[in-house]
């Protein structure tokens, strides 16, 4: 079953505050940009539903040395601008990592704001295939392709470091060995014991900054599979003006072989043909926690091998008394999708069963 969660709920709030007509014309805003930069704090980034590292980077500062002459001291000269340069790497690739988590957080915000003002107009109804819903969701799919421009950006930020933080593990080794050059004076002994301190405190900063990018791509990557699938799963809903099974439209038992579709809203009603016959999978949810993905799989496998085209109906049996079977369903319905399954060829609707005692999925091709 497709719900709003509390996130959703907030942004729905948010976006249709400063609205004063309910039809489509409302709606226009949400493409209007603020000419002043928003700052992106830590309650924009809750509000975007996305988590990101929050730590800026910042080297410690590199002591000043004289010359003592002796070759080791040359050395102590060579290793402290080599560890500056790395500094400089560090603030350059922490900068861009500051701006870049400051596009993504406004790129989701954004993506938020349009999946939420879509939820919205769906869980009430509008009309089938709406143009204005279908702007809305290219706009949404325009903040994918961003989402995956800045996780491209992620990476080769991580690849930066990467090798900043070999460099600077190498120059830590080098900085330890020169104790043992021969011809060095106490002072140069003196340089080398500061130098390791700030190198090692450099290289700490480094795989820090490491460790914190490689999170940041993780769950970035993870917030866009979720976004594509939730992009699926609005598209499917557009198509029929609604969510199916969790909005004003549902649908009851007409006759064996067909579903009659009723408007709460506008007492229409239309028939939808179903497959005949036994369905092609059959899962009974009395137990929560039952395995059905490998059944489904090789059952949509199946029967993809035999018809390419071939189309799934997910219908959710509910029980008169007792937990709903639509959130099994649209749970079945996002497993399918995500087996190849086209979303248009994916059907989701509902009936109340008088002698089934537990929720159950049946799931029918055609």
């Keep these: 079953m497709l719900k709003l969660s509390k996130l959703s709920c907030l942004m729905i709030a948010a ?25 992106i704090s830590e309650r924009d980034a809750a509000a975007a539903g996305i988590v990101l ?9 590199i002591s000043s040395v004289s010359n003592t002459g002796t070759f080791v001291g040359q050395k102590v000269i060579t290793f402290r601008n080599e560890l500056r340069q790395l500094q400089k790497s560090i603030k350059k690739n922490n900068d861009q990592l500051q701006k870049l988590r400051k596009s993504v957080v406004s790129n989701a915000l954004q993506y938020h704001r349009t999946v939420g003002i879509m939820e919205a107009k769906l869980q009430v109804g509008t009309t089938p295939g709406n143009p204005r819903m279908l702007e809305f969701l290219n706009s949404a ?10 996780l491209s950006s992620l990476n080769q930020i991580s690849a930066s470091v990467s090798a900043d933080v070999a460099n600077t593990d190498y120059l830590s080794e080098a900085i330890q060995s020169a104790y043992s050059i021969s011809g060095a004076i106490d002072e140069d002994h003196a340089h080398l014991r500061t130098l390791e301190n700030e190198a090692n405190q450099t290289s700490v900063l480094m795989h820090s900054l490491e460790s914190e990018i490689s999170g ?15 992009l699926a799963n609005l598209n499917e809903a557009i198509k029929i003006g609604s969510f199916g099974v969790n909005n004003p439209v549902m649908y009851q038992r007409a006759s064996t072989n067909s579903i009659k579709r009723v408007n709460l809203a506008k007492p229409v009603s239309q028939t939808v043909r179903i497959t005949d016959g036994r369905p092609l999978l059959s899962v009974n949810f009395a137990n929560r926690n039952i395995d059905y993905k490998a059944g489904l799989r090789q059952a949509v ?10 189309v799934f109906d997910v219908v959710a049996v ?5 937990q709903s079977a639509q959130s099994y369903a649209s749970s079945v319905f996002q497993d399918i999708i995500a087996m190849g399954v086209s979303a248009d060829r994916v059907n989701i609707s509902s009936r ?7 929720p159950a999925v049946l799931v029918f091709v055609r």
């Design 15 to 39: 976006a249709l505050s400063g609205c004063t007509h309910s039809n489509d014309a409302g709606f226009q805003s949400l493409f209007g940009r603020n000419s002043r930069e928003v700052a």
């Design 53 to 61: 590292g929050a730590t800026d980077f910042k080297p410690v500062e």
């Design 141 to 150: 799919q325009n903040n994918i392709q961003t989402m995956t421009s800045n």
């Design 216 to 230: 940041d791509i993780a769950r970035q990557q993870q917030y866009i599979d979720t976004a594509n699938d939730n």
């Design 301 to 310: 496998d199946n029967a993809v091998a035999k018809k390419s085209n071939a």
């Design 318 to 322: 509910n029980p008169i008394k007792g």
């Design 352 to 358: 109340t069963d008088a002698n089934a005692s537990d």
